[in-house]
């Protein structure tokens, strides 16, 4: 959290504001903002309300129409990250969202634009217009594999845009673990499970669920026995919460939405409109 803050008084210009919020409420990194940035705004919940719930909270604060996220373990790679973004604004004021490149993961060229179906809550802006327009974030203490991905085919839906753009570059301070464990796996599981039930029309989830019986085969050819009875013993509770919250898009913004996913499309921005490059 210190290092992430530290990056970002470091930019030039710097953002003009800055939100923190803590889940779980952690007395000891609350103290540790307050004295060391008190220039933060610092907002907390309670109770564990996951990063979805966090990023509602923020979008509701926020007092400027973007919104830069990053994660307390991801943090700009330019000084002028802000200037860069403040271009693109500009540039496309009517965009939903755009997507940063995550260091050290992928490294796009500054010129390189591509349409994309979703993007990566460690490092993007989001219009706050646009996500208002939707349901928002799933409150989960685990959203991986449902966090943005819901939010995004909730914006296609509204017409809404995803452009990644290299030269907005962010780095993830985080090495991927070699396994998680069990309870996580399982979770990630469920949420693949969910999201299809939450967005999807009826037509397509057939679709998406033999994605979901090929990524339980694959588990059990890894032997993750566990994993899978953890699934199976925690799906029945998820479905009942979640289920009542359906609220499926259209065909055509589902269907368009997972081509995108599957081959995101390298555009060419002509003055503010942005031309095709197939």
């Known amino acids: 959290m210190r290092s992430t803050l530290e990056r970002l008084h470091a930019c030039h210009p710097a953002p003009a504001e800055i939100l923190v919020h803590l889940d779980g409420n952690d007395n000891s990194l609350r103290s540790l903002v307050e004295t060391e940035f008190p220039s933060v705004r ?24 973007w919104v830069a996220h990053f994660d ?27 997507c940063a490149s995550i260091l050290p993961f992928e490294n796009l ?36 594999n449902l966090e943005e991905v819901d939010v995004s085919i909730q914006l296609c839906d509204l017409g809404g845009r995803c452009l990644q753009s290299g030269m907005l570059r962010v780095f993830h301070d985080h090495p991927p673990a070699p396994r998680e464990d069990e309870q996580t796996q399982a979770a990630i599981m469920i949420n693949t499970i969910i999201f299809p039930l939450l967005r999807f029309p009826l037509l397509l989830l057939p679709q998406a669920f033999g994605s979901v019986f090929r990524r339980m085969f694959r588990l059990a050819l890894l032997g ?8 199976f013993i925690e799906l029945p509770s998820a479905l ?8 499926p898009v259209r065909f055509s913004a589902a269907f ?6 599957h081959r ?11 031309k095709y490059e197939y």
């Open 42 to 65: 610092v907002l907390h919940s309670d109770s564990l309300i996951g990063p979805g719930g966090a990023r509602n909270k923020m979008m509701q604060e926020a007092r400027y129409d």
């Open 256 to 261: 368009s939405w997972l081509l995108l996913r």
């Open 224 to 231: 993750e026995w566990m994993v899978l009875k953890t699934t």
């Open 264 to 274: 995101p499309v390298r555009i060419r921005p002509v003055s503010s409109t942005m």
């Open 72 to 98: 307390d373990d991801s943090f700009p790679h330019d000084v002028d990250y802000f200037a860069r973004a403040w271009s693109l604004i500009t540039r496309f004021p009517d965009l939903a969202v755009f």
């Open 109 to 144: 060229n500054e010129s390189d634009f591509w349409l994309q179906a979703y993007y990566p809550g460690c490092g993007h802006l989001m219009n706050r217009a646009w996500f208002q327009k939707t349901k928002g974030y799933l409150r989960l203490p685990v959203a991986y």
């Open 240 to 247: 009942r919460h979640y289920l009542p919250m359906r609220f």
